[in-house]
């Protein structure tokens, strides 16, 4: 059973940086063919698709973060991490991370419903 886990949410500065991480169980990131996101939800909104990485690394993500968030992740120790810097207080909300078969996914996507494992979420505040 594949288990995500979030863990590095916590309040931030305008400005400043986080950095969230994502280890999975069940599975892992390299031996098979692997694609993750990142999504959040801030209260009151829909949930949006942040950041995704291909199985061979590609990376895409949403205009509002395309500069200032990066995407990676460390096959050797399974975990996907979101680097988060020029925090802007729009960015608060619960982050999660996700997980699908590639074959199961349009390219890139970031459609929350494409994602069939996900984390417990954490949570991400940042003051102006």
């Known amino acids: 059973q594949v288990q995500l886990a979030e863990s590095g949410g916590g309040s931030a500065q305008a400005g400043g940086s986080l950095r969230l991480s994502c280890a999975a169980s069940?599975?892992?990131?390299?031996?098979?063919?692997?694609?993750l996101g990142w999504f959040r939800q801030a209260p009151g909104k829909e949930r949006e698709g942040v950041a995704a990485i291909d199985s061979d690394g590609s990376t895409y993500y949403t205009d509002s973060v395309k500069t200032r968030f990066t995407i990676s992740k460390d096959n050797a120790k399974n975990t996907l991490y979101l680097q988060m810097n020029s925090l802007k207080p729009d960015d608060t909300g619960m982050y999660y991370c996700a997980a699908n078969w590639c074959s199961e996914l349009g390219l890139g996507t970031l459609a929350d419903y494409e994602y069939s494992s996900w984390g417990q979420g954490t949570q991400v505040t940042v003051s102006s």
């Open positions: 069940g599975y892992t990131y390299k031996s098979f063919d692997v694609c």
